[in-house]
């Protein structure tokens, strides 16, 4: 038994026409529509927006390249560094050596003269002490005969000039 | 549930044109003169789509955020994807604002039939046939401004087909163009329209065997997802043939 969805026949679709039905004034404002809204929107949206995408991706790209050419740039600064640093380390390796080297030359000048100095401070002080000794005796000496002469005085308890007993010491004594 | 329902007449009151606006609570309302059903939801898509780009997109926006960045993405995709590659460089971009409305119009008209209370107007031939007849227009017309009728001479035949051949393929290939902007109009339409019908179909099973037939509601859930997925789809198909059909008119050598 055949339904009633089967059987009625759409009788709004009937007034409405079929779906396929042709409408001349749905057509036009169709075309009306699709043209209004591509005139406002190729003014007002499209030609802006698809500008600014380009304005953006060209600017995008650029600083992209320069973005790489900042990372040439500091890849070549990196590499100056490092060959900066190699070179100064070198440098700097050199003047320590250089440094060393002038040290231990220095060192063993000042060395060398310390001994020079102190070897004629030694021999000044051995000059001096010969002196000294020699001063030393020849005050013993005097010292020995004023001596010798106040025990003879003593001794012989005679008054002797000074002059005679001397002359007679120095006698002896050369005789010595 | 209800056995005087009549399916055949819900679905079909759903898919056509009509000059009532059914409403709920209000009751059909009248549209006045001249507008129809699907010629207000094409006027809302319009309105919707001016909205969209004139006030919602920030065009001075340095970094794009949001629903700006989201349409933007269709907008680069149509130009970089459908409209340079199929039609070249220069063509491509001077195309690219047509194809963008094109594809917005479209798409929003097919996304206002998935709102309850909306209809569907390129569910209706009417909407989608002098959409496809300006790309014919396009086609024909079109070429022989651009290239001239050498030009469109030889994009119709090629130049190394033999003299005997030519009245054939000439019929042929107008048949062709014609075959191609009418398969423009027929897919969207079709496409549109049955989503629909097998939505309709399903949610009036429910209303005439009632909660036996509840499963068709998760089947109606489901197609309602699938027409989504069409619906952005089929504005994309539109657009891609258009800008493939347009250029291959425009640049036969290739």
Redesign the interface.
């Given at each position: 038994m055949p339904t009633s969805a089967q059987t009625q026949v759409p009788s709004s679709a009937q007034e409405q026409g079929g779906i396929l039905t042709p409408d001349n004034t749905l057509l036009v404002l169709t075309w009306a529509t699709f043209f209004a809204l591509l005139f406002i929107l190729h003014k007002f949206a499209w030609k802006p927006i698809l500008a600014g995408l380009k304005k953006r991706e060209d600017y995008v790209r650029k600083s992209l390249e320069d973005a790489d050419k900042i990372n040439q740039q500091l890849a070549d600064i990196e590499k100056d560094k490092t060959r900066i640093l190699n070179d100064a380390k070198e440098q700097g390796n050199a003047i320590i050596e250089q440094s060393r080297k002038m040290s231990i030359e220095i060192s063993s000048k000042i060395e060398t003269a310390a001994k020079k100095n102190a070897e004629e401070i030694v021999n000044s002080a051995r000059q001096e002490l010969a002196g000294e000794r020699q001063r030393v005796i020849g005050a013993l000496k005097k010292e020995s005969v004023a001596t010798a002469v106040a025990l003879a005085e003593k001794i012989l308890k005679e008054n002797l000039d000074n002059e005679k007993n001397r002359k007679l010491i120095n006698d002896a004594m050369k005789d010595v | 549930m209800f056995?005087?329902?009549?399916?055949?007449?819900y679905i079909?009151?759903h898919?056509?044109?009509?000059h009532e606006w059914h409403l709920p609570f209000w009751g059909p309302l009248p549209l006045p003169g001249?507008l129809?059903l699907?010629?207000l939801m094409?006027?809302i898509a319009?309105t919707i789509?001016?909205l969209l780009?004139?006030v919602i997109?920030r065009?001075e926006d340095?970094v794009p955020t949001g629903m700006t960045n989201c349409l933007?993405m269709f907008?680069?995709f149509i130009?970089d994807e459908i409209a340079v590659p199929n039609m070249g460089e220069k063509d491509g971009?001077s195309f690219?604002?047509?194809l963008?409305?094109?594809f917005f119009?479209i798409l929003m008209m097919n996304l206002l039939g998935l709102i309850p209370l909306f209809a569907t107007a390129t569910?209706?031939?009417?909407?989608t046939?002098?959409?496809a007849f300006?790309i014919f227009i396009l086609l024909t017309l079109g070429t022989l401004a651009r290239n001239g009728l050498k030009g469109l001479w030889h994009a119709l035949i090629p130049s190394t087909l033999p003299k005997i051949l030519i009245p054939f393929f000439l019929i042929t290939e107008i048949f062709s163009l014609m075959v191609r902007s009418g398969a423009l109009m027929i897919r969207l339409f079709a496409n549109m329209?049955a989503g629909h019908m097998v939505i309709l179909s399903f949610l009036?099973l429910f209303v005439?065997f009632g909660w036996v037939a509840c499963p068709a509601i998760l089947m109606a859930v489901f197609i309602y997802c699938l027409e989504l997925f069409v619906a952005f789809l089929q504005a994309y198909i539109f657009v891609l043939l258009s800008a493939v059909f347009i250029g291959q008119m425009y640049h036969p050598e290739h």
């Open positions: - | 056995p005087h329902f009549n399916l055949n007449e079909m009151q898919v056509s044109n009509s001249i129809t699907h010629a094409m006027f319009a789509v001016l780009f004139l997109y065009k340095r933007e907008v680069v130009r971009l690219t604002p047509m963008c409305t094109t119009f569910g209706d031939v009417n909407v046939g002098p959409m300006l329209m009036g005439l």
